[in-house]
């Protein structure tokens, strides 16, 4: 399935891959010329998704947070909880978000994209499950693949926060 989803980038995009320095190799020089064109719109497009991700759940957007989603996600949860596929992850997400009174919070800490193959966004966030409740801190972490011209998030871990050693 990777070999597929790899041949399904458009061709300017594996071009631009194969043409550049690893991302944390690559120079202003390289950002700068025309060949670094794809690799900046799709640092650009990642943006979005991890935009997406955070503001389709504080909007609790069923529908919106599902087009973010990978087919193949994985979620796991601090209490070792795991939902495999999207179909099991969507179905906690819509209880989830018809649940009244929480709230959550998003602070990046790292984010990181790989041309346009891999990102990894990293968040401290406050799970806050009412009003009047103490509110749990949390690691999230989200790891996207860019598959058919979109960022998807493939994997969703949640552990214990706040972190230590972001950077």
């Given at each position: 399935m990777k070999i597929r989803a790899r041949a399904a980038l458009p061709l300017v995009?594996?071009?631009?891959?194969?043409?550049?320095?690893?991302?944390?190799?690559?120079?202003?020089?390289?950002?700068?010329?025309?060949?670094?064109l794809p690799q900046r719109l799709c640092a650009k497009s990642f943006d979005r998704a991890v935009d997406a991700y955070v503001q389709t759940t504080h909007d609790r957007d069923v529908d919106g947070f599902a087009a973010v989603l990978h087919e193949d996600v994985t979620a796991v949860f601090a209490d070792g909880g795991v939902l495999y596929g999207k179909d099991q992850t969507m179905g906690f997400i819509e209880?989830?978000?018809?649940?009244?009174?929480?709230?959550?919070?998003?602070?990046?800490?790292t984010r990181e994209v790989r041309g346009c193959g891999t990102g990894f966004v990293l968040f401290d966030s406050v799970y806050t499950p009412a009003p009047d409740a103490p509110g749990e801190p949390l690691v999230i972490g989200v790891?996207?693949?860019?598959?058919?011209?979109?960022?998807?998030?493939?994997?969703?871990?949640d552990s214990i926060g706040p972190a230590s050693g972001a950077r």
């Open positions: 995009a594996v071009l631009a891959a194969a043409a550049l320095p690893a991302a944390s190799q690559a120079g202003s020089a390289a950002e700068a010329s025309p060949a670094g209880r989830f978000f018809a649940a009244p009174g929480w709230t959550q919070t998003f602070t990046e800490l790891t996207f693949v860019f598959e058919r011209g979109r960022w998807l998030a493939l994997h969703n871990q």
